[in-house]
């Protein structure tokens, strides 16, 4: 019931592969050469977020995410909304970690933080970036700039896109809201399961372009499965950290 297809060079003849396979999404196909934690769209995606989960929350870690085809459709939200995102956050000065708050201000948000770079681009859709002058015609080309609770609006062009600064906001304050308790937690195979397939559920799905990325899914999630079942059997509280988890779903993912 099985066809194999041997080729010489899978790096010249993967594209050719995925272009006859993929085009019909009615034959399941496998690559032996190659594996999903490297050539899945949904095995990168998975892998990237417990990236995120397990690093600093990094501007990069975060469109890692961000960018995936899979976190895209998962969020009902298109290319052109992940990139004006980015841009959002090169300008906000955006860098790495959620929120932390400086020692010598307990109510000001740290610089460089999403926590900061968000709060920026809420005020600047209620506020005029420069000010109440700003309104008069005698200050009409005044630049100075004003702050609001320690923090300067941010405004564009862009920024105009009341949903979509809405649907970025709400993305990266759930992103956070989920993946910041696994950074630290030890669980058993199988409460890392439902945590992860919990995870998947709310921030991934299946681009219709990229039907046949539903086998890996199929295939990763009755891997790890699989190793609740075996872990069960053995009576032992075997806990295991996220950059485990992270190792044995990678292993999932051939």
């Given at each position: 019931?099985?066809?194999?297809?041997?080729?010489?060079?899978?790096?010249?003849?993967?594209?050719?592969?995925?272009?006859?396979?993929?085009?019909?999404?009615?034959?399941?196909?496998?690559?032996?050469?190659?594996?999903?934690?490297?050539?899945?769209?949904?095995?990168?995606?998975?892998?990237?977020?417990?990236?995120?989960?397990?690093?600093?929350?990094?501007?990069?870690?975060?469109?890692?995410?961000?960018?995936?085809?899979?976190?895209?459709?998962?969020?009902?939200?298109?290319?052109?909304?992940?990139?004006?995102?980015?841009?959002?956050?090169?300008?906000?000065?955006?860098?790495?970690?959620?929120?932390?708050?400086?020692?010598?201000?307990?109510?000001?948000?740290?610089?460089?933080?999403?926590?900061?770079?968000?709060?920026?681009?809420?005020?600047?859709?209620?506020?005029?970036?420069?000010?109440?002058?700003?309104?008069?015609?005698?200050?009409?080309?005044?630049?100075?700039?004003?702050?609001?609770?320690?923090?300067?609006?941010?405004?564009?062009?862009?920024?105009?896109?009341?949903?979509?600064?809405?649907?970025?906001?709400?993305?990266?304050?759930?992103?956070?809201?989920?993946?910041?308790?696994?950074?630290?937690g030890e669980f058993t195979i199988g409460q890392w399961r439902q945590r992860l397939v919990s995870l998947c559920e709310q921030f991934l799905g299946i681009p219709p372009e990229?039907?046949?990325?539903?086998?890996?899914?199929r295939a990763m999630f009755s891997s790890l499965e699989q190793a609740e079942h075996f872990d069960a059997l053995t009576a032992v509280d075997t806990r295991m950290p996220l950059?485990?988890?992270?190792?044995?779903?990678?292993?999932?993912?051939?």
């Amino acid at each position: 019931t099985d066809i194999a297809v041997l080729v010489t060079d899978m790096a010249t003849y993967k594209p050719v592969l995925e272009y006859v396979f993929d085009g019909g999404r009615q034959v399941p196909y496998n690559l032996v050469d190659s594996s999903a934690a490297m050539e899945s769209i949904y095995g990168q995606a998975v892998l990237a977020l417990l990236g995120l989960a397990a690093g600093d929350f990094t501007r990069k870690e975060v469109f890692q995410v961000i960018l995936n085809p899979c976190f895209l459709a998962g969020v009902r939200a298109c290319r052109e909304d992940a990139l004006q995102w980015l841009e959002w956050a090169d300008k906000l000065g955006i860098y790495r970690t959620f929120g932390e708050t400086p020692a010598d201000d307990s109510s000001a948000p740290a610089p460089f933080t999403w926590e900061q770079g968000l709060k920026r681009l809420r005020f600047g859709r209620i506020m005029d970036p420069a000010g109440p002058a700003a309104a008069t015609a005698e200050t009409t080309e005044s630049t100075e700039f004003y702050t609001f609770d320690g923090t300067a609006p941010y405004a564009d062009m862009a920024s105009s896109d009341s949903r979509s600064i809405g649907q970025f906001c709400a993305v990266i304050e759930a992103l956070h809201t989920r993946l910041a308790p696994l950074r630290k937690g030890e669980f058993t195979i199988g409460q890392w399961r439902q945590r992860l397939v919990s995870l998947c559920e709310q921030f991934l799905g299946i681009p219709p372009e990229r039907a046949t990325e539903s086998y890996v899914q199929r295939a990763m999630f009755s891997s790890l499965e699989q190793a609740e079942h075996f872990d069960a059997l053995t009576a032992v509280d075997t806990r295991m950290p996220l950059p485990l988890l992270r190792e044995l779903v990678k292993s999932a993912l051939v």
